[in-house]
């Protein structure tokens, strides 16, 4: 088993930023694509990120191109997403979620976190 644990979440003023940390540990050599989701209120969760295990692959959701970065450190076993130029709608509960094919999806995510909460004033 893989467990994740995320941290860096927080209340933060619309335009601000945050570093959001994602640490894997267990079976850690299983995992590869790795990616950030996120749960606003009352809404379905949504794909924001992912990476593939060289970092030399991502991709975003329309919604946060430019604005947000997923990064990894694969000898801490730590995935980042850097969410900057925050606006209210990114108010929600963020995920790490891992996989061990080295792709990057929306779908089909084997290990889950239990999220951090960012909440975004206007």
């Known amino acids: 088993q893989v467990q994740l644990v995320e941290s860096g979440g927080g209340l933060v003023q619309a335009g601000g930023s945050l570093s959001l940390s994602c640490a894997a540990s267990?079976?850690?050599?299983?995992?590869?694509?790795m990616g950030w989701f996120r749960q606003a209120p009352g809404k379905e969760r949504e794909f924001v990120a992912g990476?593939?295990?060289?970092?030399?692959?991502?991709n975003y959701a329309d919604s946060v191109k430019g604005r947000f970065s997923i990064g990894r450190d694969n000898s801490k076993n730590t995935v980042y997403l850097q969410v900057k130029s925050l606006r209210p709608e990114d108010t929600g509960i963020y995920y790490c979620?891992?996989?061990?094919?080295?792709?990057?999806?929306?779908?089909?995510?084997?290990?889950w976190g239990q999220g951090t909460q960012v909440t975004v004033s206007s």
């Open positions: 990476i593939t295990w060289s970092g030399r692959s991502t």
């Open positions: 267990g079976r850690t050599r299983s995992v590869n694509g």
């Open positions: 979620a891992a996989r061990e094919d080295d792709i990057i999806v929306a779908i089909d995510y084997k290990y």
